[in-house]
Nanobody
């Protein structure tokens, strides 16, 4: 069973950057699409970025496109989310999630979840 652990969250000023990491174990990461979700206080969890098992397909929600970059290093069993030009509305708990698939990362139900890492964007 795939296990995921997020790290890299913290407090950052508006305009700053953070890189989140999602470390996987218990499975071959090459078999899984990975997505990053964000849950802001009092709001539903939303997907912000995803990447296909080999990295050839990826996508972003409009609000982060051009500011966030998702990438993966299957040899290190890790997926990253580089976040730049951060805004207060990017605040929330960020979760990575995985699902076994072949080509795509969008439109699928993710069933393996990490525990989340807090990102706070504030001056």
């Amino acid at each position: 069973q795939l296990q995921l652990v997020e790290s890299g969250g913290g407090l950052v000023q508006p305009g700053g950057s953070l890189r989140l990491s999602c470390a996987a174990s218990g499975g071959n990461l090459e078999d899984y699409a990975i997505a990053w979700f964000r849950q802001a206080p009092g709001k539903e969890r939303v997907d912000v970025a995803c990447i296909s098992p080999r990295g050839g397909n990826y996508g972003y929600v409009d609000s982060v496109a051009g500011r966030f970059t998702i990438s993966r290093d299957n040899a290190k069993n890790t997926v990253y989310l580089q976040m730049s030009s951060l805004k207060p509305e990017d605040t929330g708990v960020y979760y990575c999630a995985g699902q076994r698939t072949v080509y795509y990362c969008s439109g699928i139900k993710y069933i393996y979840w990490g525990q989340g890492t807090q990102v706070t964007v504030s001056s």
